[in-house]
């Protein structure tokens, strides 16, 4: 493991605290939007949206006019913290190592394989 790597290590837990804080609040939007009437105002979390005119959408518009996907938002916020509890998980099981990250882990369980029909750079 680099020595930039180690100085970082200390804050891991804060900023996986931090992306579960973010994740729970997109999941509750995400359910707020997924629960308001088509075109209906809603507030959640001090924050006024209003449910876009198309049934069964997760678009949402806050007081500014801006348009939010909460779905895309939840995507967002699920994957950071699956990120971080993948670091942390990974480095508690072997203190001291180098963490291999989700990436890596999935190259070397799925190489990539060139089509027959085109040939190799």
């Excluded at 500014?64 to 967002?76: C, H, S, T, V």
């Excluded at 509890?85 to 990974?90: D, I, K, M, V, Y």
Aim: glycine share 8%; net charge positive; aromatic share 8%.
């Amino acid at each position: 493991m680099d020595q930039r790597t180690r100085q970082r290590l200390p804050a891991l837990p804060t900023v996986v605290r931090a992306a579960k804080e973010l994740l729970d609040n997109a999941q509750t939007r995400l359910r707020a939007v997924q629960t308001a009437p088509a075109g209906g105002r809603f507030e959640i979390l001090g924050e006024t949206f209003t449910h876009a005119k198309r049934p069964g959408s997760t678009w949402a518009y806050d007081v500014g006019g801006r348009r939010r996907d909460l779905d895309q938002w939840e995507r967002r916020a699920f994957w950071g913290w699956a990120m971080g509890e993948f670091l942390q998980r990974t480095l508690e099981d072997r203190p001291g190592a180098c963490p291999a990250g989700p990436a890596e882990l999935h190259h070397r369980r799925h190489p990539q394989r060139t089509p027959p029909h085109i040939a190799p750079a």
